[in-house]
């Protein structure tokens, strides 16, 4: 079994930046990906960014590219995600997420493991 645990959510204004902290534990060495994903009220859960542990390899949605960054500390079994120039249509609850695979990583149903979410707020 993977744990993760997402941090660094909170209210920040439009324009503004935010790190998002995912830290594993248990059986990390089982992850080949993780990701972020984001559910605003009303809506579906939604992919925003993914990496693979070893290579360092990223994807991301169309809507936060060039503006969001994900990165991995394999020393700390954590995953960041970077959010700059944020915008009121950025605010949902972000979780994190881990597969044992490589692949669809923008599926939802592809992942094994999720945390419990935290949620980032951007006032419009």
């Known amino acids: 079994q993977v744990q993760l645990v997402e941090s660094g959510g909170g209210l920040v204004q439009a324009g503004g930046s935010l790190r998002l902290p995912c830290a594993a534990s248990?059986?990390?060495?089982?992850?080949?990906?993780m990701a972020w994903f984001r559910q605003a009220p009303g809506k579906e859960r939604e992919f925003v960014a993914a990496?693979?542990?070893?290579?360092?390899?990223?994807l991301y949605a169309d809507s936060v590219k060039g503006r969001f960054t994900v990165s991995r500390d394999m020393a700390k079994n954590t995953m960041y995600l970077q959010m700059n120039s944020l915008k009121p249509e950025d605010t949902a609850v972000y979780y994190c997420?881990?597969?044992?695979?490589?692949?669809?990583?923008?599926?939802?149903?592809?992942?094994?493991?999720w945390g419990q979410g935290t949620q980032v707020t951007v006032p419009s």
């Open positions: 997420a881990a597969k044992r695979s490589y692949y669809n990583s923008g599926m939802t149903s592809a992942y094994d493991y």
């Open positions: 248990g059986r990390t060495s089982s992850i080949y990906t």
């Open positions: 990496i693979t542990w070893s290579a360092g390899n990223t």
